[in-house]
C-alpha cells in the first residue's frame, strides 16, 4: 500500500499547535500558537473586557498581572495617551461595573 503524502504534509492546514511556517506567531496560554499583541492593544482590551475570573486559558490573577505590566509599560510610554484610552474606552464599554464591586447605599 502506497502512502499519500500529500494528505500526511499539507502546506494550506497547519495545526493550532504549531506556528505557521515563515510567520511571526508566538506561544499562547493556550499552547497553542497566535499572534502578539502590542501593550495598547492589551491595555484596550483590558479597559473593555477587564479580567474578572480570567479566561479558559489563563486564571484571573495572572490575567491582572500581564495587564497590568502592560498598563504601566503604556503610562512610561505615553501617559496622556493612556489617560486619553482609558477615558474612551470607559465610554465605549459602558464603564458598568461589576455586580461584586457596587457598593451598597
Not at 9 to 29: A, E, H, L
Not at 50 to 73: C, F, M, P, S, W
Request: charged residues 25%.
Amino acid at each position: 500500500m502506497a502512502i499519500n503524502y500529500a494528505r500526511i504534509f499539507n502546506r494550506r492546514v497547519t495545526p493550532q499547535s504549531q506556528p505557521i511556517p515563515g510567520s511571526t506567531q508566538v506561544r499562547n496560554s493556550a499552547d497553542g500558537y497566535s499572534w502578539e499583541v502590542d501593550d495598547w492593544t492589551r491595555l484596550d482590551r483590558f479597559l473593555i473586557l477587564g479580567a474578572e475570573g480570567g479566561t479558559y486559558y489563563i486564571g484571573e490573577r495572572d490575567l491582572v498581572k500581564q495587564n497590568h505590566d502592560a498598563l504601566v509599560r503604556c503610562i512610561k510610554a505615553d501617559g496622556v495617551r493612556a489617560v486619553r484610552r482609558s477615558a474612551q474606552n470607559g465610554e465605549v464599554g459602558g464603564g458598568n461595573p461589576s455586580r461584586g464591586t457596587i457598593s451598597p447605599t
